[in-house]
C-alpha cells in the first residue's frame, strides 16, 4: 500500500496538481468562454473530500501539491483546506504546498497562506498594460493583482509570473515585462498558448507565438545561459546575464516536454487526467465516497497511474490544431 507510484515509463509520480474549482472571477479568453455555465456545486469534492484525496496521494509519494482552478482563492472557505494540509508539511510528507492564482484575491489571504507553509506562488499575468489586461480577462482589474503581488511579497512568499504568449497581443511587451519582473525580483515563465477548449470565436492558430522566436528576440538584447535547473515541472530555464534574473519556457507546442513528467492532475470533480494533452481519465470520486476506508480510491489512484501515457499530441506544425482538447483549462486546472 505505500509502494510509490510508478507509471509505465518508469517515471515516479511526485506530483500532484488539484482544481478546487471550476469557478473564476476573471474570463481570460484563452482559457474560458465569456458565458461559462459552471458544475453545480454538488458534483464538486467537498473541502473534507479533497483534503482525503489529497492525503491518499501523499501517502502514496506525492511530495509536491499545486492548488489551482478556476481561481482556487474564490472557493469558500479554501483556507481551511490549506490549514489541512499544512500538517503534511509538519510532518515531512509533503515537501511542497503552493497555488497558481489570478491575484485578484491575493491580498485578502497571502498572509494566512504564508502561515500554512506556502513558501511560493505563482501568478497568471499576461499584460501589465491596464486596458489590455481589462480585455484579456474581460472582467479583471490588474491594480488588484498588483496588490496581490505586494501582499505575498510582504508575506515573505516568492512570487514568479506564469505568462501566456500570445501573438500580436503581449509580443510588443516582451522587454517590458522582463524589465518589470527583474525590478520586483519575480522570476518569470512564458507558456506557449495550448489548445484547451472549445472557445467558439478565439482563433488558436492566430493567437500562437512560438517560445523559440520570443527566445530569439530576448537573446538578441540579452545573453542567454543555458541552466540544468528543474523545479519539477515542465519549463526550461535561462539566465539573462545582464541582469541576472531566471527565464523559463514552458513549450508543449515546439518541444515536447513529456520525457520527465511527474505529474497528474485532479479536477475539481475527482476525475484525475493522467496527462494534460490527452482526454482519458479516471473517476476517483466514486471509490472515495464508496467507503470510509481509502483501500478503494487508493486502488484507482495504482490503476490510474498504470494507464499514465508516454506523452500529448499537442501540434501547431501543420498549420491545424492537431491535438485539441474538448474540455476548458479551468475544467482540468492550469
Same mark, same amino acid.
Given at each position: 500500500m505505500t509502494a510509490? !507510484?510508478?507509471?509505465?515509463?518508469m517515471r515516479p509520480i511526485t506530483y500532484l496538481r488539484v482544481s478546487v474549482t471550476d469557478r473564476c472571477d476573471f474570463r481570460c479568453v484563452y482559457c474560458m468562454a465569456e458565458d461559462m455555465t459552471f458544475l453545480p456545486k454538488r458534483d464538486l469534492l467537498t473541502l473534507e473530500e479533497l483534503d482525503?484525496?489529497?492525503?491518499? *496521494? &501523499?501517502? !502514496? @509519494? &506525492?511530495?509536491?501539491?499545486?492548488?489551482?482552478?478556476?481561481? =482556487? !482563492? &474564490?472557493?469558500?472557505?479554501?483556507?481551511t483546506f490549506f490549514k489541512g494540509m499544512s500538517r503534511h508539511l509538519d510532518s515531512g510528507a509533503l515537501k511542497e504546498l503552493t497555488?497558481?492564482?489570478n491575484g485578484s484575491q491575493l491580498h485578502r489571504f497571502a498572509d494566512e497562506l504564508a502561515s500554512y507553509g506556502v513558501k511560493r506562488i505563482n501568478i497568471s499575468l499576461d499584460t501589465i498594460v491596464p486596458d489590455k489586461f481589462a480585455a484579456i480577462t474581460r472582467w479583471g482589474k490588474l491594480d488588484n493583482v498588483l496588490r496581490g503581488i505586494d501582499a505575498a511579497q510582504n508575506a515573505g512568499m516568492r512570487v514568479k509570473i506564469n505568462a501566456v504568449a500570445l501573438k500580436d497581443f503581449n509580443d510588443s511587451e516582451l522587454f517590458t515585462i522582463t524589465e518589470w519582473c527583474k525590478s520586483r525580483d519575480m522570476d518569470l515563465t512564458w507558456i506557449e498558448v495550448m489548445p484547451m477548449g472549445d472557445l467558439g %470565436?478565439?482563433?488558436?492558430?492566430?493567437?500562437?507565438?512560438s517560445l523559440e522566436d520570443l527566445? @530569439?528576440? !530576448?537573446?538578441?538584447?540579452?545573453t542567454l545561459t543555458e541552466l540544468s535547473e528543474r523545479t519539477g515541472g515542465p519549463a526550461r530555464y535561462v539566465r539573462l546575464e545582464e541582469t541576472g534574473q531566471k527565464i523559463g519556457f514552458i513549450t =508543449?507546442?515546439?518541444?515536447? *516536454?513529456?520525457?520527465?513528467? %511527474?505529474? &497528474?492532475?485532479?479536477? +475539481?470533480?475527482?476525475? $484525475?487526467?493522467? +496527462? $494534460? @494533452?490527452?482526454?482519458?481519465m479516471v473517476d476517483l470520486r466514486a471509490p472515495l465516497r464508496a467507503s470510509e476506508s481509502n483501500g478503494p480510491v487508493t486502488d484507482a489512484i495504482r490503476d490510474a497511474i498504470s494507464k499514465k501515457p508516454k506523452g500529448h499530441d499537442f501540434d501547431y506544425s501543420r498549420q491545424r490544431i492537431d491535438g485539441q482538447m474538448s474540455r476548458h483549462m479551468s475544467h482540468t486546472g492550469g
Open positions: 510509490p !507510484l510508478i507509471d509505465p515509463f482525503r484525496m489529497c492525503s491518499a *496521494f &501523499v501517502d !502514496l @509519494g &506525492v511530495e509536491k501539491l499545486r492548488i489551482t482552478g478556476g481561481e =482556487p !482563492l &474564490v472557493r469558500r472557505d479554501i483556507m497555488l497558481t492564482t %470565436n478565439e482563433d488558436r492558430l492566430g493567437q500562437y507565438w527566445r @530569439g528576440q !530576448l537573446a538578441q538584447q540579452y =508543449p507546442l515546439t518541444h515536447n *516536454f513529456c520525457e520527465s513528467c %511527474n505529474r &497528474v492532475r485532479l479536477t +475539481c470533480t475527482g476525475q $484525475l487526467y493522467m +496527462c $494534460l @494533452g490527452q482526454e482519458d
